[in-house]
């Protein structure tokens, strides 16, 4: 008689899994770091005190600085458009759906924290001499653009007026960077603004 086969063991919830945990603490603490000091000046000794993991257990999830790099810089593009879809999802209807990537702008650029994109900043550090962190440099600028063209283009105006709302957003990240201000949001809101209304005749 064929023996039973043995079911395979259940996944452990991400919730519990205690490798999950570590790694959420550690990748907060260099999140945090990374984005306030640059990812050059951080050391890995300062993840560690940071984060409160052991430097060897540091080293058996990530077997370098830049795979820690990478790995911040995807879960925070992942945050970041599920947090740019969903309030673009709750204004009432698709041209108030444009003006809502500038009030979510505005939020962002009024945290106390903001030091611009975090991804140009890792590119202007390490993207010409590291090919990871350029990969997802391209990677979340890729998707950000497609995310606000889509906006535009799902609100009835052509490519070239989408083209041009999503230079005006990345301009005003680089103003209130520059600017230590959340003004340029609005600035780029009226910008767009007049574009919408010109496409519109």
């Known amino acids: 008689m064929p023996t039973a086969p043995v079911p395979a063991p259940s996944p452990v919830p991400a919730a519990e899994d205690p490798a999950h945990e570590i790694r959420v603490r550690l990748l907060d603490a260099a999140e945090q770091a990374f984005y306030a000091r640059g990812i050059q000046a951080v050391g890995m000794d300062r993840l560690r005190t940071a984060s409160g993991v052991p430097l060897k257990r540091i080293y058996q999830l990530y077997a370098s600085k830049d795979d820690v790099v990478c790995a911040f810089l995807q879960r925070r593009h992942e945050r970041m458009m599920g947090a740019i879809r969903g309030h673009v999802a709750r204004a009432d209807g698709p041209e108030q759906r444009v003006f809502a990537l500038f009030d979510w702008l505005h939020g962002w650029f009024s945290e106390p924290d903001f030091r611009g994109c975090a991804w140009m900043n890792a590119y202007g550090e390490l993207g010409p001499t590291n090919a990871a962190v350029a990969a997802e440099v391209h990677h979340h600028k890729d998707g950000f653009r497609e995310l606000l063209t889509g906006t535009v283009r799902d609100a009835g105006y052509p490519a070239a007026v989408a083209d041009a709302v999503y230079l005006l957003v990345e301009g005003a990240v680089v103003a209130a960077q520059l600017r230590h201000s959340a003004e340029p949001a609005n600035?780029?809101?009226?910008?767009?603004?007049?574009?919408?209304?010109?496409?519109?005749?």
């Open 187 to 201: 600035e780029a809101r009226r910008g767009a603004e007049i574009l919408l209304g010109g496409a519109r005749g």
